[in-house]
Nanobody
Framework: QVQLVESGGGLVQAGGSLRLSCAAS????????MGWYRQAPGKQRELVAA???????KYVDSVKGRFTISRDTAKNTVYLQMNSLKPEDTAVYYC???????????????WGQGTQVTVAS
């Protein structure tokens, strides 16, 4: 019913920048919170950044001041601008969204397929 498609990952040198995008499509009535998670090899998935429908944001401490999350409500798209990248940012990045599907009354979480970000030292 709802699909999330990420783009923008890749290989970058330490200190470089990448911008991730995640577009939601399908039977969408509204989207509440949207967020970016990441999972590095051998580690648990962690929340990197989140943004509410009203635009409030939160970040994991390790990316504060370097990453910026934003969203385009009209396009059902969330972005993650990543600057000053470090090797420890290397992970698969997933977007997630709490979506109210048309003709339903409750939000359900949907996930993208993930995009690899590799930061070379």
């Amino acid at each position: 019913q709802v699909q999330l498609v990420e783009s923008g990952g890749g290989l970058v040198q330490a200190g470089g920048s990448l911008r991730l995008s995640c577009a939601a499509s399908g039977r969408i009535f509204s989207i509440n919170d949207m967020g970016w998670y990441r999972q590095a090899p051998g580690k648990q998935r962690e929340l990197v950044a989140a943004i509410t429908s009203g635009g409030s944001t939160k970040y994991v401490d390790s990316v504060k001041g370097r990453f910026t999350i934003s969203r385009d409500t009209a396009k059902n798209t969330v972005y993650l601008q990543m600057n000053s990248l470090k090797p420890e940012d290397t992970a698969v990045y997933y977007c997630a969204a709490d979506v109210v599907v048309i003709l339903t009354s409750t939000a359900k979480s949907y996930w993208g397929q993930g995009t690899q970000v590799t930061v070379a030292s």
